[in-house]
């Protein structure tokens, strides 16, 4: 039977004695005095009827009596801390998983997470970015809660349900400095006289790209890498001549600051809806739709 005499703080000063060997560093670690911490030990030894300590030097020392205790009473200690934080993960919120698309991941995103994360809902994240179609498969498969992103084109919407939230076009981008920006009249044809960072087939915002080029005149373009990554495209393009053809989102940033520059020519043809994107008949909750709310403040200040 467990005597009741014994205390969570005689378990906890026992065990950083011991693993300190001086009452002195224990009393630091646990904001008390080494007097306070004496008496602990005392009155430990008193209840177990065993000397757990001896002087060693200028330090203290275990003994054989102590060792045997050490092991269960530590056991006993990271049972309760095991315990404490099952509780607190049974109080958390539940886990949200997003899916991204680059054109929001870089401007949107770290606000609304910002946002999301003062409400201290205590739901762990998940922020998943990739093409649009994978997005969509894993959002149909349960795998995501919310994709935020480009509309999708009709034939991959079955089973989901979008909200509009603001519109984007599509930016044809270079380095500062770049060549084709000391045009006296700026030929677009030229493009293809670089390499082209293009988003592949298959992704949300090919088909206005492909519209956009060909009713420029623009056809096949021999120097064509297509890339989903931001981050590779960004870095290609500040230290080469290639040309980049993105979301306005992914590069918003960049233009406002000068470390790219968006060439000389209108593509509002190229703007579609952006917005949230679910699972018809999913179930929701709190967190999700706290964030669902953050990410509507976000955007509401942009241009519609």
Same mark, same amino acid.
């Given at each position: ?15 950083? /004695?011991? @693993? ?47 060792? *045997? ?13 095991? +315990? ?10 539940? #886990? ?5 698309? #680059? ?15 003062? %409400?201290?809902?205590?739901? #762990? ?26 509309? /999708? ?22 380095? /500062? ?7 006296? @009249? ?16 298959? &992704? ?12 420029? +005149?623009?056809?096949?373009? #021999? ?11 960004? /870095? ?12 306005? +989102? *992914? ?14 020519? %209108?593509? %509002?043809?190229? @703007?579609?809806? *952006? ?11 709190? &967190? ?7 990410? @509507?403040?976000?955007?509401? +200040?942009?241009?519609?």
């Amino acid at each position: 039977m467990i005597d009741a005499r014994i205390r969570f703080r005689h378990l906890r000063t026992f065990i950083e /004695a011991a @693993r300190q060997n001086s009452v002195g560093k224990a009393a630091d670690i646990l904001s008390v005095t080494q007097p306070a911490v004496t008496k602990t030990i005392r009155e430990l030894e008193d209840i177990l009827g065993k000397r757990l300590f001896v002087k060693d030097g200028r330090g203290i020392k275990i003994t054989q009596y102590g060792e *045997v205790f050490l092991r269960h009473a530590g056991a006993s200690v990271a049972a309760l801390q095991q +315990g404490i934080d099952s509780l607190a993960t049974t109080n958390a919120g539940p #886990p949200i998983a997003i899916g991204a698309l #680059p054109t929001v991941s870089a401007r949107i995103m770290p606000q609304a997470i910002t946002l999301f994360l003062a %409400e201290k809902t205590d739901s #762990p994240i998940r922020i998943v970015t990739g093409e649009n179609q994978v997005l969509l498969d894993q959002l149909r498969m349960g795998k995501l809660d919310l994709v935020i992103g480009r509309l /999708a084109a009709a034939e991959q919407m079955s089973g989901l349900s979008f909200e509009y939230l603001y519109s984007e076009q599509v930016r044809i981008v270079v380095r /500062a400095g770049h060549p084709l920006l000391s045009m006296k @009249r700026f030929d677009f044809a030229r493009i293809r006289d670089y390499p082209i960072l293009m988003p592949p087939m298959g &992704s949300v915002i090919r088909p206005f790209v492909d519209r956009y080029l060909l009713t420029q +005149g623009v056809g096949e373009l #021999p120097h064509a890498i297509e890339t989903v990554s931001d981050s590779f495209g960004r /870095a290609f393009v500040e230290q080469t001549d290639a040309v980049w053809v993105i979301s306005d +989102g *992914v590069v918003h940033r960049d233009i406002a600051s000068g470390r790219l520059t968006a060439l000389p020519i %209108e593509t %509002e043809d190229t @703007r579609g809806a *952006v917005g949230l994107t679910r699972r018809d008949g999913a179930p929701s909750n709190a &967190s999700l739709e706290i964030l669902s709310q953050n990410l @509507r403040s976000v955007v509401s +200040g942009f241009a519609r």
